[in-house]
């Protein structure tokens, strides 16, 4: 297996960095947001509202000003079903979860990575403290909504397949007829109460069909994405996020803090180059689960990358961006030191 390298040079210093298909920016992500391709995940690990980093937030209260252009960005851009995983403290996505909800982010689950004791030990004032020591922060879920603007206003999934039916004059009660079934149309599908769900994609394809065939010809074409031709099953498909949970796996995630050789350092230092390093496990465990071979994944506040490393590691393509020089040169070591090191196992899964 060849890993490919090109390098955009300026002044001497790369500025862009590619290697595999894992791309890493030193530049600011804001101007990089509508170049990248439409993103399958977003992992991101940015302000904390901890003044922990040149440019954080430096309380929690400002980081709904600190996120908001970037939340805007990848609802611009994102596609229905993209998963977002929002790094942070308990606070911080307390703060900043009702914009992600009004740009159109839907909550899945709040998970928790657990760094134990080890994360205190020798270092905890119990005396000067008002509640008990935090040894843990949250990698919180979310899926980009599906929305169908209809005059002029957001329609769910769930409004739109019955607006959509709605149209074509059809009594609802065919709509079981469309799918085969007795009632399970009329019960689940097209249901305005809690128990409704979408229709798997085999049978919306039915469902597009019939209605297309049997609906007034004057609304047609019925449950289209483009106004032009009806939806595929495919394309439907697509409006749902990748998820493919592990077994023994919960919300609730045991893993130490890095004080291991994965942990990387400033140069010629004893001290850590990250606040706040992510395992590699962990960022391996979310991409895994909510991607698959060839999606694109984004990483808008890199970092040393981790998601930018896993994606190399696991053969997704990455778009990753950090501002910070010192750290942007540290992450492209890190990749390229890996790219190295896993070079004979890389090469092996290519051959086979």
Not at 98 to 104: F, Q
Not at 128 to 144: I, N, S
Not at 158 to 182: D, I
Not at 212 to 225: D, E, L, M, R, W
Request: hydrophobic fraction near 40%; aromatic fraction near 14%.
């Amino acid at each position: 297996m060849r890993v490919a390298h090109c390098f955009n040079q300026t002044m001497n210093n790369r500025h862009i960095v590619n290697i595999g298909h894992t791309t890493i920016y030193h530049q600011d992500v804001a101007h990089l947001y509508h170049q990248w391709p439409t993103p399958d995940v977003i992992v991101s690990d940015g302000g904390y509202g901890i003044a922990g980093f040149k440019g954080d937030a430096r309380e929690p209260s400002a980081l709904k000003d600190w996120y908001d252009p970037h939340i805007q960005a990848w609802s611009k851009y994102a596609r229905p079903g993209t998963t977002l995983w929002f790094w942070n403290t308990e606070l911080g996505w307390a703060t900043v979860h009702p914009l992600l909800h009004e740009y159109g982010w839907e909550y899945v689950g709040c998970n928790i990575w657990n760094k134990g004791i080890q994360h205190i030990a020798g270092n905890c004032n119990l005396p000067a403290l008002k509640g008990f020591p935090v040894v843990t922060e949250v990698c919180v879920q979310y899926v980009r909504r599906a929305e169908f603007w209809v005059e002029g206003k957001p329609l769910t999934l769930k409004e739109w397949l019955r607006y959509e039916w709605e149209r074509t004059g059809l009594p609802l009660s065919r709509a079981n007829e469309a799918c085969g079934v007795s009632n399970a149309a009329t019960r689940k599908y097209f249901t305005k109460d809690h128990l409704w769900y979408a229709p798997p994609p085999d049978v919306f394809a039915r469902l597009v069909a019939y209605a297309n065939a049997y609906g007034h010809p004057a609304g047609q074409p019925y449950f289209s994405f483009n106004g032009k031709q009806p939806a595929t099953s495919e394309e439907y498909a697509r409006l749902f996020a990748t998820f493919e949970g592990k077994y023994g796996i919960t919300n609730v995630w045991e893993h130490p803090p890095l004080h291991t050789s994965e942990r990387v350092k400033l140069p010629g230092s004893t001290k850590y180059a990250h606040l706040n390093q992510k395992p590699i496990k962990l960022i391996d465990l979310i991409i895994q689960v909510s991607s698959k071979p060839g999606d694109v994944i984004w990483e808008p506040f890199g970092g040393l990358c981790p998601a930018g490393l896993v994606a190399y590691l696991t053969n997704r393509v990455a778009f990753c961006a950090e501002i910070d020089e010192p750290v942007f040169r540290m992450a492209v070591g890190r990749l390229e030191a890996y790219t190295t090191a896993y070079q004979p196992e890389l090469a092996l899964a290519n051959d086979d």
